[in-house]
């Protein structure tokens, strides 16, 4: 199929988001108002705009949105605080349905982007509000029951693993159980991991690791890197392990194929370059059912997103004319 063809699919496809939901707060600060505080005689950073958008899961939420996809909605944990509201509002922008459990027993978790006003970089310590301990089980078991509500009514469900403690994070040891039984009771449902830590502990579902991800993962499990051993031991339908510039690594019960990328010379940002990757791949391969078509439209929206300033999203349009020069 063609780029416009595989487009045309897209606004048929649903699809919830479960796992790490979070905020991004892009703060400007003006250098010029750095006073020194009177009380503690520490400089301050003179905050003088604030946009907010959906991050991490949220991120992916937003590129399937812009992509045009059909039903979206997210399922994670938020806290009952302003930045739990932030997000909601951020959900609400991009028309992405919010199945969030609100707990005071947790805090929004939420990445805040200090930029220079004068410079528009971001050259400062990023503050970053996350959940350290484990999940409290009266959360857990609430994320659960709307996983089980909900899963069946998508044709696609795409688990967002990006918490980076140990312990904290959504997708918990029973969220991963409930995935892997997930995809074996539904065949007919796609179901996509990317995790930032924990490749290896998930089981029957199509995962996405980066090339530092797969790899730290099978020298977990084997003391070497062999992707197609890990494929074997997580059982996932197919392993597509993103390298970059390089491309995808598409490794199948055929063998393994590369897939080269667009090339870009200067990326602007590749922040969720990864997240862009997803959704252009989770949709192509609901829509056509080939994990090569599926690397190859993920790689093109990639380079489409790591044109632009921080968590940036490509639209149908834009996919379809670089897709056609990229063709020819």
Not at 173 to 195: F, M, N, T, Y
Not at 304 to 312: A, N, S, Y
Request: glycine content about 10%; hydrophobic content about 45%; some cysteine.
């Amino acid at each position: 199929m063609n780029t416009r063809e595989i487009l045309g699919l897209f606004p048929g496809l649903s699809v919830l988001v479960v796992g790490d939901i979070c905020l991004d707060r892009w703060c400007r600060y003006d250098p010029a108002a750095a006073d020194v505080s009177r009380e503690t005689g520490i400089p301050r950073i003179g905050v003088v705009e604030t946009q907010t958008t959906a991050g991490a899961g949220g991120t992916v939420a937003n590129n399937l949105a812009d992509l045009g996809a059909g039903r979206i909605a997210v399922l994670g944990a938020v806290g009952q605080d302003g930045f739990g509201f932030e997000l909601k509002k951020a959900l609400a922008a991009r028309g992405v349905e919010a199945l969030l459990v609100e707990s005071p027993e947790v805090q929004t978790f939420t990445y805040t982007k200090l930029l220079n006003a004068k410079t528009g970089l971001e050259d400062l310590p990023r503050v970053d509000f996350i959940n350290a301990k484990t999940l409290p089980a009266s959360v857990q078991s609430a994320v659960l029951a709307l996983l089980e509500r909900h899963a069946r009514e998508f044709d696609i469900v795409v688990v967002s693993d990006q918490a980076e403690t140990e312990d904290g994070g959504v997708v918990t040891a029973a969220v991963r159980d409930h995935v892997a039984e997930l995809a074996l009771s539904q065949p007919k449902k796609l179901v996509w991991a990317d995790s930032r830590l924990r490749s290896e502990l998930f089981r029957n579902v199509v995962v996405k690791p980066n090339q530092e991800e797969a790899e730290q993962a099978c020298s977990r499990l084997f003391g070497r890197v062999d992707f197609p051993a890990l494929r074997q031991h997580i059982n996932a339908p197919v392993l597509l392990v993103t390298h970059g510039p390089r491309g995808v690594l598409v490794v199948e019960d055929g063998g393994e194929q590369w897939v080269t990328t667009r090339s870009v010379a200067e990326p602007v940002d590749i922040c969720g370059a990864g997240d862009s990757f997803t959704a252009g791949a989770v949709l192509t391969l609901a829509a056509t059912g080939e994990a090569l078509e599926a690397a190859w439209m993920g790689n093109l929206v990639a380079s489409l997103t790591i044109m632009k300033k921080g968590t940036g999203t490509a639209t149908p349009a834009e996919v379809l004319e670089a897709g056609e020069r990229w063709e020819q």
